[in-house]
């Protein structure tokens, strides 16, 4: 194909008709790029009000429940379309930059010479500034938001989310047990407590209840799951709490009278004298105003025992009166007229000495009323079910109802309790019953005295309230709020602001280019990046003057800084000539500079940074330090213990690789586009400068896309292997800027180190069958631990065994460390099996066989049909001890029997009894267990062959068990039960059932199935098995002092065991790392690849990036001439036109064949023959085709 004649009458019509511009600038693209942007920022702000909404936007309740998975898809996909907006928008930028310049020639007007050098695609940061000077202002709009996107955008998106941990509120339905037992019970338990019997009056009860009482108690509430021990449970209800007021005192000074008798002092230690204080008539009340009406006096007389050692002493003494307003019996204190408006008295003595006796001595005399209160609150429970707040206002604080709480009997039992006490137990140095104080050197105030006293009854108070509370009785449900401690997934507000920005940034930017780029001058007909586009709009838009002013200029060896000082002080401007417009450059009027302008050296410009020795091996040096601090800092991580976690090498390994893989893969990543960029400029210069380089790999090809991704998509020809190498390293860096936001993944990372914290507290060789226990007590701790109440250190959350405890050291420790260690687990398995019934006239009877050594023992169950039993079975479960020829069937077995009548049931005719025999079995072997510093079990596993079947602790045991099967199904002295014990006798077969195991059992199967009509043997049979198991763990647990041996407590037995510190935190991930060092590897190849392959190829003054730059080499040459007509052609139809010719190209001097010292011409054995001189271009122009 030629070019037809009179190409020059088309150059005009490009100002009629719309130029040619990129896919990249026109609306479609910017439209598909502006929705992008759009989804990006909706999705980012749908995730930020969400997680403000919400509270964060998924939380868990274990960090190390995290899953990996939703951790890397909020990592990885905002990356993703961050990267993927980032190279969309940077073609499009790109496009911009290399355009504009041909843009600015296009305009009527004009423009500076110096656009013809001017490359805005050589440097994104420099091209802000270099628009800036040039007030290129649509460069100035695009390149820094691009530099912007580059820099921000990936960092910001790859951090948008965050790990925190929070409280997370949730709405949940508790059941509680605000019933109490009745008055008459409560009188029962009061009276055996006050005698020092009962379940009122045992400690293992009050540690249970209340192992660290706060101010206030209030009903049994079943806690809802908190795996993490860690939650805050609110909700209304009634709290129970025990003040003091103290309105009466009376104070004056006093001196001492030496005690003589001999029976009193001979007891004392040396250096210690025995005194008596007397205070006769001291007022209570009205202010110790006599005269002001009845009032109430007390007398004092009270031996203290004091060490004249100190310098000043003070002896406390209280004592309680009984609810009848009687004090104890030889009682230090005596009352007048008191009546019952005080309820505990007290003195206090300061004592001032001096050379070795009592220079002088004040007393104070206070009475107190007790308060005991409730009132209806808002309350906060902790994990173990202690008050830790109670909100309540003024107006509901209301006296402790007497229809209720039997309040004569409770303060009874306190006043017992603090006589039969000593002091240092209560914090008080007293006796209350001797009547002696001790003088200490502690001086406390009035108003601290009664508050500990004050805290002391209100204790006592506490813990008596508590056990009224039957948790063995239906629940009533309540709204609570649970607030937990969690892991919650968060928005970065930060981050997720500044992306807002930039995105914004983005969307302006788009709208920019819609705006400005339909409606701007353009005389571009196709793309011009080739050698041979730009060629043609030189021969088809310049003049001939601006020819020869170039061909006589002499610029072809001149370096860029020559040519930009060339280019001061002219203009290009637009003329007609022969009718059509072309473009002359003009010298334009420039102020003279006040200086002498500095000759530039005539050196040609300086390689690129990766083809200069210097710097290649510095960068060389830069990629392998960011290897080796890799590789050093994932090996520091991983193989040193969380002991080193905080030493400063740790901080520097974990700050590098927190920050250093986002940075560092931003840079190589513009390191390894700036090296892309570079070769695509000089690629097609090298192939020319070596000679015979056809069209198609010299001229013709498009070397000007400066995205390294579109020539793998987009290859019209084969690309230089140089070149196709450094895009797919390009690509591989997109992995890297992927790969190196998720480098970092939660993970929980546990360490085990000795500890010297643990220490034996029993004898878990020896068992012993006592029978100082109480099953009762057993039980009611079994109907809070059944219903989720509260925990018991050492028994497992299921109740499934107990473990031989251990005493823990914990220290100053506020970091709640888990134990691990081996210790031996008491259990019961209870294998369970359902029996037919069997009826005949007015009895039910079962029968059934148990194994007895090497013989069967056949038991029995026969139950005569009153009304009274038709009338309580209605719906319950009750435990029957049976009949046997022996005591076997009683001590290993039990009968349980249940029924759900009156509930609806599909099949009318079926028996609405379920009855079964179930045989405990002892479970004892030792387990590899974790627990924390309470003793609360968190993991147990069992050691393989640890379990024993035999030997005299299996066989102690044994009996233990039996004891309390027969103590579960006999009958039950201390407790009283709605129904009381029923003794039913038949044929002289006697039956024992007792209410508390079978309510606990019937409420334990409502609990768990509450959408059963009727018992269920699948549902009833693990039920029967959880109850049963948890009250023998229980009961072991409660009174393990009566059944284990105590180890002498003046010698520590240690024991051994490790503690286990939990790290969690963002870890780096090996795999990821190892990939990303492996693609570093790959850039370090490709840097050295480069070298070696481009080093010293090119030796021209120059690389042609400019229009300007490359009109010097050609405006002498032939091939100028023959592309002047192809103007009006396509870009592919001019491509085919000049690979048609099959000429061969070169660049270099051709001054040895006339032409001039450095031009681009054909490369032929003709030479330039036909070289056109000055003269020729100025006189004549050659016709289209000439050779």
Not at 334 to 345: D, E, L, V, Y
Not at 658 to 678: D, E, H, M, Q
Not at 1078 to 1099: E, G, I, P
Request: proline letters at 6%; a neutral charge.
């Amino acid at each position: 194909m030629r070019p037809a004649d009179g190409g020059e009458n088309f150059i005009s019509k490009w100002r009629t008709t719309r130029g040619w511009l990129p896919r990249t600038l026109h609306r479609p693209y910017l439209l598909v790029l502006a929705g992008l942007l759009m989804f990006m920022l909706g999705a980012v702000e749908l995730l930020r009000q969400w997680a403000r909404r919400q509270g964060g936007i998924v939380h868990w309740a274990y960090s190390s429940d995290l899953p990996t998975a939703i951790w890397g898809a909020y990592t990885y996909l905002p990356l993703i379309f961050a990267l993927m907006a980032i190279n969309l928008f940077d073609m499009c930028a790109q496009d911009v930059l290399r355009l504009e310049p041909f843009l600015q020639l296009a305009k009527p007007q004009g423009a500076p010479a110096s656009i013809l050098f001017t490359n805005y695609c050589s440097n994104t940061l420099a091209a802000s500034f270099m628009a800036f000077r040039n007030r290129n202002w649509i460069v100035l709009c695009i390149a820094p938001v691009s530099l912007v996107f580059r820099m921000f955008l990936p960092t910001l998106l790859a951090g948008l989310v965050d790990l925190d941990d929070g409280i997370w509120t949730e709405n949940k339905v508790v059941n509680t047990w605000p019933s109490v037992i009745d008055l008459d019970s409560q009188r029962v338990w009061l009276s055996v407590g006050s005698a020092d019997n009962g379940p009122l009056s045992s400690p293992e009860l009050n540690s249970f209840f209340m192992p660290d009482p706060e101010d206030f108690t209030t009903a049994p509430v079943s806690l809802p799951d908190d795996q993490n021990n860690s939650s805050l449970l609110s909700l209304t209800q009634d709290v129970y709490w025990a003040g003091l007021t103290c309105p009466g005192h009376s104070a004056g000074s006093i001196l001492p009278q030496p005690v003589a008798d001999a029976s009193l002092t001979s007891h004392l230690p040396a250096g210690q004298r025995l005194l008596s204080w007397n205070i006769e008539s001291a007022v209570m009340g009205n202010n110790g105003d006599r005269s002001a009406g009845p009032h109430c006096e007390l007398d004092v007389s009270l031996n203290t025992t004091i060490d004249f050692d100190s310098a000043a002493l003070q002896a406390r003494f209280w004592q309680p009166v009984d609810s009848s307003g009687t004090l104890p019996p030889s009682s230090a204190l005596t009352q007048k007229g008191c009546s019952s408006q005080f309820n505990i008295f007290g003195v206090l003595i300061d004592m001032n000495i001096a050379s070795g006796k009592i220079s002088s001595a004040n007393y104070t005399v206070f009475a107190c009323s007790t308060l005991y209160q409730q009132a209806l609150a808002d309350v906060t429970l902790n994990a173990n079910a202690t008050v830790t707040s109670a909100n309540m206002t003024p107006i509901a604080v209301k006296p402790l109802d007497s229809q209720k709480f039997y309040v004569n009997g409770v303060h009874d039992l306190i006043v017992s309790r603090s006589l039969a006490e000593s002091g240092p137990k209560k914090n008080v140095p007293m006796n209350s019953t001797s009547g002696v104080a001790l003088a200490t050197r502690s001086i406390k105030s009035a108003s601290s005295f009664q508050e500990e006293i004050r805290r002391y009854w209100n204790y006592e108070f506490i813990v008596t309230i508590d056990r009224f509370f039957s948790p063995g009785g239906l629940p009533t449900p309540a709204d609570a709020q649970q607030k937990s401690e969690v892991v919650i997934l968060m928005i970065a507000a930060d981050a997720v602001s500044v992306a807002e920005a930039i995105l914004g940034m983005g969307l302006v930017a788009i709208a920019v280019m819609l705006w400005i780029y339909p409606k701007r001058p353009n005389f571009m007909q196709w793309d011009p990046g080739s050698i041979s586009a730009q060629c043609t709009i030189i021969a088809s838009l310049f003049d001939s003057q601006t020819k020869i002013l170039f061909s006589e200029a002499k610029l072809h060896m001149a370096n860029t800084r020559q040519l930009k000082r060339w280019a001061r002080g002219k203009a290009c401007e637009w003329h007609v000539e022969n009718g059509v417009e072309k473009l002359r450059i003009v010298d334009r009027p420039e102020p003279a500079p006040k200086w002498p302008l500095r000759a530039i050296p005539n050196r040609p410009d300086p390689m690129p940074h990766f083809l200069r020795p210097l710097i290649f091996l510095a960068e060389c040096f830069i990629i392998a330090s960011i290897l080796s601090f890799f590789g050093v800092s994932l090996s520091y991580i991983r193989w040193k213990s969380i002991n080193s976690f905080f030493s400063t090498g740790a901080t520097v390994a974990m700050v590098f690789l927190n920050f250093g893989p986002t940075a560092i893969a931003s840079i190589i990543g513009s390191f390894l586009v700036s090296i892309y960029r570079n070769l695509t400029a000089m690629e097609p210069w090298i192939r020319l400068q070596d000679g015979m380089a056809n069209a198609r790999q010299s001229i013709v090809e498009n070397y000007a896309i400066q995205t390294p991704f579109v020539p793998l998509f987009k290859q019209r020809h084969r690309k230089p292997g140089i070149l196709l190498f450094v895009s797919i390293v390009c690509v591989g860096d997109l992995v890297l800027r992927i790969l190196s936001g998720g480098i970092f993944m939660p993970q929980l990372r546990r360490y085990s180190t000795p500890t010297q914290a643990l220490s034996h507290v029993y004898n878990t060789t020896l068992l012993f069958n006592t029978q100082n226990t109480n099953i009762d007590i057993s039980l009611v701790a079994t109907s809070k631990l059944l219903n989720n109440v509260t925990i018991l250190p050492w028994v497992t959350v299921d109740g499934s065994y107990f473990f031989a405890p251990y005493d823990v050291y914990n220290g100053a420790d506020d970091n709640y460390p888990i134990y691990v260690t081996t210790t031996r687990g008491f259990g019961v398995d209870l294998r369970c099996e359902e029996l037919p019934l069997t009826s005949s006239s007015g009895h039910i009877s079962w029968n059934y066989t148990i194994p007895v050594g090497s013989a069967n023992q056949t038991c029995n169950v026969d139950l005569p049909i009153t009304e009274r039993f038709k009338t309580s079975m209605k719906k319950t479960v009750r435990y029957f001890a049976p009949n046997g020829t022996s005591p076997a069937c009683q001590e290993s077995s039990l009968f349980v029997l249940g029924s759900w009548e009156g509930q609806d049931r599909k099949d009318k005719d079926k028996s609405p009894l379920i009855a079964m025999h179930c045989e405990p079995t002892l479970q004892i072997k030792d387990f590899r267990v974790e627990f924390d510093a309470d003793g609360t079990i968190v993991i147990m596993n069992p050691i393989v062959g640890s379990e024993l079947t035999s030997g005299e602790l299996y066989q102690n045991a044994s009996h233990v068990l039996k004891s309390f099967n027969q103590l579960l199904l006999g009958p039950h002295g201390t407790l009283p039960s709605r129904y009381r014990q029923a003794m039913i006798g038949h044929h002289n077969y006697h039956f024992h059932h007792h209410d508390w195991p079978g309510g606990l059992t019937s409420n334990s199967y409502t609990n768990k199935y509450p959408k059963d009509k009727s018992l269920h043997s699948t549902h009833f049979i693990p039920v029967v098995q959880a109850v049963y198991k948890t009250s023998f763990t229980t009961h072991l647990a409660l009174w393990r002092e009566q059944y284990f041996d105590r180890l002498p407590t003046d010698t520590r037995y240690p024991a051994r065991g490790n503690v286990l510190d939990s790290y969690w935190g963002f870890i780096p991930v090996t795999s990821l790392v190892v990939i990303i060092v492996c693609l570093l590897s790959v850039d370090a190849v490709a840097l050295m690849t480069v070298f070696t392959v481009r080093y010293n190829r090119y030796r021209g003054h120059r690389v042609p990036r400019t229009l300007g730059s490359l009109i010097p080499w050609v405006v002498e040459s032939r091939m100028l001439a023959d592309l002047e007509g192809t103007w009006e052609m396509s870009g592919s139809e001019r491509d085919k036109y000049v690979l048609e010719q099959g000429r061969k190209y070169r660049v270099g001097d051709f001054s040895a064949r006339g032409g001039p010292p450095w031009a681009l011409d054909y490369d032929d054995d003709a030479g330039p023959a036909h070289a056109v001189r000055e003269s020729d271009i100025e006189l004549r122009d050659r016709p289209p085709g000439h050779r």
